[in-house]
């Protein structure tokens, strides 16, 4: 041991005169930027860092400046409670997302009947109705048999439904829907012929608890008269075909990951006292979104137009990326980030205007052009249809409410230290 210990020692006595440890360091960040953005671009595709890669880096530049137990601690507080942030955002809701996941993985078959359920993701006790098809004119009866996948303790058979020119449907309403669809899981819906066993089809419904899924499709209505990411997908979106605006719709929002991270670290090499306030805010407002996806679990438009709340609304996030080859190198951010109905307010939206109005406190009438980044995202998250522009305005306000809540409290801190 003794002479291990030596052997270090020598070796760090060495570095400081030679060198070795700058090298090391440049070398490592070479390497790893390389490995992070080099490989992908080989293979063809293009890289999109997560917050941690991010952080990486700019710890690699921090320690090169000799900065590094510095930015350690300065910035673990906000990476540590942030990750914090986005396990519980996937854990509060944990049980509507699995519902939501078994769904997306929950097949369709049709031998001779075609069945289809609108809406096809509701709450207990929401009305639904299931609609019947076939080819074969001469059926004029069907019947429908509900079964829980995975089992459960109801299964309910409904007889005698009937068909004209090879069309039926079934409407459940609120009171019969919440015995049937009782608890919280996926359903098989199958339809078959009495007289013709051969003949049968079945299709699923996802039943959740407390999901939003129409509140927001109203307010826009009622606010828009209509849905703004109908509208911006019909005017500008062509399937199969990547533009101009595609690109910087899907740069804008997914710059969104890493980029408060990056402008945490600006901060911190360039005011300390501005960065605990920037830290303070975002996390709070991580934080407040949180408790209301808590509370109010929302639907995005994708999801709605998916499943039969609103019409005409794609999720051309997954179509412009495959065209453009975009992939996300597995990281932590996105094992522990899963919760498909946090959409009300947007922190997509949020952020990039809390960056916006710190800009302003760092660099003066220069930083008011940074706000053309929030103005990019909100039109890319609304067009996208990843968020209602109800959300996007919602995340706004929750911006400078909590701007107003940290510069009471700092104002508080400094009445404090003045009067000590």
Known sequence: MKNL?????????????????????????????????????ILGKIPIPTPEQILFLVLTYAVFVGKGVGFLRDLAPLVILFFAYEAMRGVIIAGEQNVITDYWSSGQSMNGFEVNVTPRMLNVGDAVEIKL?????????????????????????????????????????????????SEVG????????????????????AITRNVHYKEPVEWERKLFGGIPSVYLQQQFYREGQVSLLDIIAIITYCVHIPLPFFFASYIWF????????????????????????????????????????????????????????????????????????????????????????????????????????PIATAFSLVYLGEHYAVDVLLGFVYVFAVLAFVELIFKREESKRRRG
Do not use: C
């Open 270 to 373: 360039r005011d300390r006292e501005l960065y605990k306030k920037y830290s303070a805010a975002f996390l709070l407002l991580a934080y407040a979104g949180l408790v209301t996806f808590l509370l109010y679990p929302a639907a995005p438009p994708w999801l709605a137009s998916l499943v039969g709340y609103a019409d005409g609304v794609k999720k051309v996030y997954y179509e412009i990326s495959k065209t453009l080859s975009l992939v996300i190198l597995p990281s932590l951010y996105y094992w522990i980030n899963a919760n498909e109905v946090a959409a009300v307010p947007s922190l997509h939206a949020a952020f990039p205007l809390l960056i916006s109005i710190f800009s302003v406190k760092l660099w003066g009438k220069k930083g008011w052009l940074v706000f053309l980044y």
């Open 186 to 205: 996926v359903y098989n819906i199958t339809a078959y012929s009495p007289d013709r066993k051969e003949m049968n089809g079945s299709s699923a419904v």
């Open 5 to 41: 210990g030596r052997a270090i020692s020598d070796f760090l006595k060495q570095s400081r005169s030679t060198g070795i440890v700058e090298y090391i360091v440049k070398g490592s960040l070479i390497v790893y930027t390389f490995l992070l953005f080099g490989i992908p671009l």
């Open 133 to 181: 098809m076939t080819n074969d004119s001469s059926i004029r009866q069907a019947s429908i048999l509900i079964t829980k996948v995975g089992g459960g303790p109801l299964t309910t058979e409904i007889f005698g439904v009937g068909l004209s020119d090879g069309k039926g449907s079934y409407p459940i309403k609120e009171a019969y829907s919440a015995k049937v669809f």
